[in-house]
């Protein structure tokens, strides 16, 4: 009972935090980025995978004893030299309890080049983020709904500066073993900064998400469906590849109407052979694809694929994304059930 209203209590403080922020962008942008290749593959925006160590940094209230004593380390050699990885594990404490979550995240930028107002160089720095994790979930009594919350510090330097916040995820998911499908709604990144960079209060990258997946009865496939950025209806970004230019130099935007719109929030993923030693990925984000393409060229921009290998104890992911025609990346997952028991 304690451990509940704590629960109701970290949703409550969490929940009115978020009209509490003040200033400038948002911050944390790391938040949303996805580390596990099999998420990546399947267009980085899956929910609803309940037997993967991974899931529930995106989504908390996945955390079963499907993930007890699974350990995950991920990596993705990101654009530009950017490298993002993620460690995550989970632990049955006892049967009345239940299990818990804890990951670790980080991404880090590299050596940069510094520079004035006036352009010129002042010498090199660097910069880092990092997030830490725990999360818990409970089955609603007598019902088939899950509630889960993660609770994260979030540290950032940039150089001299730095900033330090704390989230959390809230998530309800339905799921009941005699159906094919499965249906969860995710807040994430519910919260503040506690230390600003240069004293400018900054809002975090607050998302709201719907996701379901469906289960084929008679063909090994599972299909991936999530409808992203949920608290913003107009994601709208006119692609300046799409501007025309008429013989007087008048330049005409891009202008995305309400189908176009409303696609940005949709991401699809298939899965084939879920529940085999070898899996088959891919994936769709349509924001990434209309946001990224080039006129008059192909870049298969919006697309991920990938697979998954099952050897004993361990399974390797591996996903591929496409960007732009000139930028891709890679992610690696390691996958380690350390129950010798099983």
């Known amino acids: 009972m304690k451990f509940k209203k704590l629960l109701f209590f970290n949703f409550l403080s969490c929940y009115l935090s978020i009209y509490a922020q003040v200033g400038g962008e948002e911050v944390y942008q790391f938040l949303n980025l996805s580390t596990s290749a099999r998420q990546v593959a399947l267009g980085g925006e899956v929910l609803t995978i309940l037997d993967d160590v991974n899931q529930p940094i995106w989504n908390p209230s996945v955390i079963s004893t499907d993930i007890d004593n699974k350990l995950s380390v991920n990596y993705t050699s990101y654009l530009a030299g950017i490298n993002i990885g993620s460690l995550s594990y989970g632990k049955t404490i006892s049967r009345r309890f239940g299990t818990i979550h804890g990951s670790i995240k980080y991404l880090d930028y590299g050596t940069l080049i510094g520079a004035d107002a006036q352009g010129n160089e002042t010498g090199n720095f660097n910069a880092n983020d990092i997030a830490v994790s725990i999360g818990y979930a409970i089955n609603i ?13 979030i540290n950032s330097n940039i150089s001299n500066f730095s900033s330090t916040g704390i989230s959390s995820d809230l998530a309800l998911l339905y799921n009941d073993p005699s159906q094919v499908f499965i249906i969860t709604l995710v807040a994430r990144n519910i919260g503040t900064q506690i230390q600003t960079y240069g004293g400018e209060q900054e809002r975090l990258p607050f998302r709201l998400a719907l996701g379901g997946s469906y289960q084929l009865d008679h063909v090994p496939l599972k ?7 949920l608290q913003q209806w107009d994601l709208s970004v006119p692609n300046p590849s799409d501007q025309t230019t008429d013989l007087e130099g008048n330049v005409t935007q891009d202008e995305v109407g309400f189908i176009g719109n409303a696609l940005r929030h949709v991401v699809i993923g298939a899965e084939l052979f879920p529940e085999s030693a070898i ?31 099952k050897m004993n104890k361990i399974k390797i992911n591996y996903a591929y994304s496409r960007f732009h025609s000139a930028v891709n990346a890679s992610t690696f997952s390691l996958l380690i059930d350390l129950d010798r028991r099983r």
């Open 141 to 153: 009594p007598w019902t088939n709904l899950y509630f889960g919350s993660n609770i994260r510090i």
């Open 223 to 229: 299909w991936y469906v999530t409808l992203d950025n």
């Open 279 to 309: 899996n088959l990925r891919i994936g769709y984000n349509f924001r990434r694809a209309a946001e990224l393409k080039l006129q008059n060229a192909r870049t298969f921009s919006g697309i991920s694929f990938g697979f998954g290998l």
